[in-house]
């Protein structure tokens, strides 16, 4: 099991800025990229950006792009999410989520959110 522990969200105001943590613990090995997802009330989870396990790839949903930055710090399992130049429409529960490969399968985790809500 790995386990996923998000924090930062909070209230903020148009055009403000927050910065997500997720640390992992647990059984890490084989963990191959984490990344970040977002829900809003009525609509599907979402990707928001993802990065591998060396840091080397990023991927960003287009309508964060250029706004939002993940990074890692492999000595604290930790990821992070920078997200500069907030919208009304980023107002989400944001997931901290894991991607692990075993012998015979892929699992994914979950964090249990955290909430950014976005003010105009």
């Known amino acids: 099991q790995v386990q996923l522990v998000e924090s930062g969200g909070g209230l903020v105001q148009v055009g403000g800025s927050l910065r997500l943590s997720c640390a992992a613990s647990g059984n890490y090995l084989g963990v191959i990229t984490m990344g970040w997802y977002r829900q809003a009330p009525g609509n599907q989870r979402e990707l928001v950006a993802t990065i591998t396990n060396d840091g080397s790839n990023t991927n960003y949903a287009d309508s964060v792009k250029d706004r939002f930055t993940i990074s890692r710090d492999n000595a604290k399992n930790t990821i992070y999410l920078q997200m500069n130049n907030l919208k009304p429409e980023d107002t989400a529960v944001y997931y901290c989520?894991?991607?692990?490969?075993?012998?015979?399968?892929?699992?994914?985790?979950w964090g249990q959110g955290t909430q950014v809500t976005v003010s105009s």
């Open positions: 989520n894991a991607l692990r490969r075993t012998i015979q399968t892929f699992m994914n985790y």
